[in-house]
């Protein structure tokens, strides 16, 4: 069976890149639009590098035409979040149950919630002082990183790490897991 994913995207985009590149030929799964809440995302710029359909979709055109952007996702069996900053609107929530995928750089349920993305999350976790850290995979509810943990992969954590050494070590986790992940989901439904 074919799956056709939107890709919600609110920066860099090096999470969507790595996610068009794992599919790109797979003929399972086609990326049928990467759409963003910000027209200045680099991610754009990688969608169109890479030849997939992208568009903007503001905050305002999130929250109030919500007919607008269920048309632009009509044809998509799968939203993927990579480093999307807003709240998933509870109708999209509704409309997709158990395929709004997100990926959150900690060990949810720890340093989750409103406020906690990026650099905050690294923040936070060195200034706990821990041990580990790491990524969870997770489906979308209406609560904020608050729905059923799919997979979580860890990564040791020294005194001495930086907030850009977590960074890194996070974002080296990201590029090896989340587009198989992604996979896994997609094979077993």
Do not use: W
């Not at 996610?19 to 995302?41: G, L, P, Q, T």
């Not at 989750?112 to 002082?129: N, Q, R, S």
């Not at 974002?171 to 992604?182: C, G, K, M, S, T």
């Amino acid at each position: 069976m074919k799956h056709n994913l939107a890709i919600f995207v609110s920066g860099s985009g090096t999470n969507c890149e790595n996610i068009i590149r794992y599919f790109n030929n797979n003929e399972d799964v086609n990326i049928k639009v990467v759409i963003s809440n910000r027209s200045d995302a680099y991610a754009l710029v990688r969608a169109t590098n890479l030849g997939v359909r992208n568009i903007v979709v503001t905050r305002k055109q999130f929250e109030e035409t919500p007919d607008y952007v269920m048309a632009q996702v009509a044809d998509c069996d799968y939203i993927i979040l990579a480093g999307f900053l807003l709240k998933v609107p509870d109708y999209l929530i509704e409309a997709y149950p158990n395929r709004i995928i997100n990926l959150h750089p900690a060990l949810l349920p720890k340093y989750g919630g409103k406020g906690m993305y990026g650099h905050h999350v690294h923040e936070a976790v060195k200034a706990a002082g821990e041990k580990e850290t790491g990524i969870t995979i997770h489906y979308v509810n209406s609560e904020i990183d608050g729905g059923a943990i799919i997979e979580q992969f860890k990564t040791a954590l020294s005194s001495s790490d930086t907030i850009e050494d977590i960074e890194q070590k996070i974002h080296v986790l990201e590029q090896e897991n989340f587009p198989q992940v992604i996979e896994r989901v997609l094979k077993a439904n």
